[in-house]
């Protein structure tokens, strides 16, 4: 019975920032390998930026890397995705996702279509426009 609230999206300009939060909640909530996952209207979903149980591991997909950053507070049992100079291309539901560490690389469970999550949060919503 794992819980995941997503929290923070809204409506940005181009260039701008914001910060989603993805609070977990239930049994060893810091057990779990946690990513985020993003679909555009009309688009298939992908897999943004995904971390580790430990917080030292992340994957990020390649037009966001240098500008997003994934990283997690155990105390807080959250994820946060910092995403930064956004663009309309990053509009979309956003969406977090927790699974047991079943792989030995974090880059699985973004990339790979099979290493589906066990457990999503209800989505949030970003859009970039001006």
């Known amino acids: 019975q794992l819980q995941l609230v997503e929290s923070g999206g809204g409506l940005v300009q181009p260039g701008g920032s914001l910060r989603l939060s993805c609070e977990v909640s239930?049994?060893?909530?810091?057990?779990?390998?946690v990513g985020w996952f993003r679909q555009a209207p009309g688009k298939e979903r992908e897999g943004v930026s995904c971390?580790?149980?430990?917080?030292?591991?992340?994957y990020y997909l390649g037009r966001v890397a240098g500008r997003f950053t994934i990283s997690r507070d155990s105390a807080k049992n959250t994820v946060f995705l910092q995403m930064n100079n956004l663009q309309p291309e990053d509009t979309g539901i956003y969406y977090c996702?927790?699974?047991?560490?079943?792989?030995?690389?974090?880059?699985?469970?973004?990339?790979?279509?099979?290493?589906?999550?066990?457990?999503w949060g209800q989505g949030t919503q970003v859009n970039v426009s001006t």
């Open positions: 996702a927790a699974s047991r560490p079943r792989f030995t690389e974090i880059r699985v469970l973004c990339d790979l279509p099979e290493a589906v999550p066990e457990y």
């Open positions: 239930g049994p060893s909530p810091n057990y779990y390998a």
């Open positions: 971390i580790d149980n430990r917080g030292d591991s992340t």
